[in-house]
């Protein structure tokens, strides 16, 4: 099985600041990866797939890098709205989410 | 647009089996997979399987085998999962959700399902 570890757990900034959490899978995935957004009593929602592919409807501000075993979610300034945990998922073979990074108020 | 609509929250006792449906609106339920993905409270995403509505094929996580059933009815768009020898640690919010290349791009709200005696 392919295990997700993310870095941070917990991240405190402030609104403007630029956020970057990373990713990392215990074998190469090539690009396959998306990253989700949850706020606290919600679904997960779809932020960014295939690494680095920004999903209709997310603001230009979030975007994603990376390939094989490292990646990034970067948030260029942090608004009010982007308070949540952020959870990568790697499906290149079957499919595992990270633990999550809560982005928190500073 | 796309509806991913949920039944409501179930309380069982261990050992009792839960149904959770899912009913799909705004597109063509046929053509995308539904997958189930579960959260215990406070804790992080876990993914439990997979389940094709135009064939009725299932996948499933190696730790829910046997113990798991994902079926589908078309003519409701209503997607099912069962899952059976509940425990208290199976005690969390289950989503559904579309997948569109084998990543999730429509959720359900989420149903929570306790399990306690």
């Known amino acids: 099985d392919i295990q997700m570890t993310q870095s941070p757990s917990t991240l405190s900034a402030s609104v403007g600041d630029r956020v970057t959490v990373t990713c990392r899978a215990s074998?190469?995935?090539?690009?396959?990866l998306a990253w989700y957004q949850q706020k606290p009593g919600k679904a997960p929602n779809l932020l960014i797939y295939?690494?680095?592919n920004l999903q209709t409807g997310v603001p230009s501000r979030f975007s994603g890098s990376g390939s094989g075993t490292e990646f990034t979610l970067t948030i260029s300034s942090l608004q009010p709205d982007d308070f949540a945990t952020y959870y990568c998922?790697?499906?290149?073979?079957?499919?595992?989410f990270g633990p999550g990074t809560k982005v928190e108020i500073k | 647009q796309v509806h991913l609509v949920q039944s409501g929250a179930e309380v069982k006792k261990p050992g009792a089996s839960v149904r959770v449906s899912c009913k799909a609106s705004?597109?063509?339920?046929?053509?995308?997979?539904i997958n189930w993905v579960r959260q215990a409270t406070g804790q992080g995403l876990e993914w439990m399987g997979w389940?094709?509505?135009?064939?009725?094929?299932?996948g499933f996580a190696q730790k829910f085998q046997g113990r798991v059933t994902m079926t589908r009815d078309t003519s409701t768009s209503t997607a099912f999962l069962d899952l059976s020898s509940l425990g208290p640690e199976d005690t969390a919010i289950y989503y559904c959700?579309?997948?569109?290349?084998?990543?999730?791009?429509?959720w359900g709200q989420g149903t929570l399902v306790t399990v306690s005696s």
């Open positions: 295939k690494a680095s």
């Open positions: 959700a579309r997948d569109l290349n084998y990543y999730f791009d429509y």
């Open positions: 998922q790697q499906y290149s073979s079957f499919w595992t």
């Open positions: 705004g597109y063509t339920f046929s053509s995308f997979k």
């Open positions: 389940m094709n509505p135009h064939s009725g094929d299932s």
């Open positions: 074998q190469p995935i090539s690009t396959w």
